[in-house]
């Protein structure tokens, strides 16, 4: 069992940068791949980031590539994924999830956090 908590959220203008936090329970968050999500309101939820286990391999939805990073300290039991360049279009409720195999399919992953509004002002 993990249980995820996101921090981080908030208002920011375009253009502008944050960087969203996930704290994990547990002992076992390495043999996690952990990953984030946005959900806008009337949309579904998107995939917006994973990374592997020991951090090795990221990938990224094509809307954020070049201008969000994930990463996560194994030590900490934490993934991080930091926002820059921001435009209106990435305000969203973002989510960070857990799973253990490689995949950037929502219906894969089985641990959810409560999620953290990210508001983009233009």
């Known amino acids: 069992q993990v249980q995820l908590v996101e921090s981080g959220g908030g208002l920011v203008q375009a253009g502008g940068s944050l960087i969203l936090s996930c704290a994990a329970s547990?002992?076992?968050?390495?043999?996690?791949?952990m990953g984030w999500f946005r959900q806008a309101p009337g949309k579904e939820r998107d995939f917006v980031a994973a990374i592997a286990w020991n951090g090795d391999s990221t990938y990224y939805a094509d809307s954020v590539k070049g201008r969000f990073t994930i990463s996560r300290d194994n030590a900490k039991n934490t993934v991080y994924l930091q926002l820059n360049s921001l435009k209106p279009e990435d305000t969203a409720v973002y989510y960070c999830?857990?799973?253990?195999?490689?995949?950037?399919?929502?219906?894969?992953?089985?641990?959810w956090g409560q999620g953290t509004q990210v508001t983009v002002s233009s």
């Open positions: 547990g002992r076992t968050f390495s043999m996690y791949v």
């Open positions: 999830a857990a799973t253990r195999r490689w995949t950037i399919r929502y219906d894969d992953y089985n641990y």
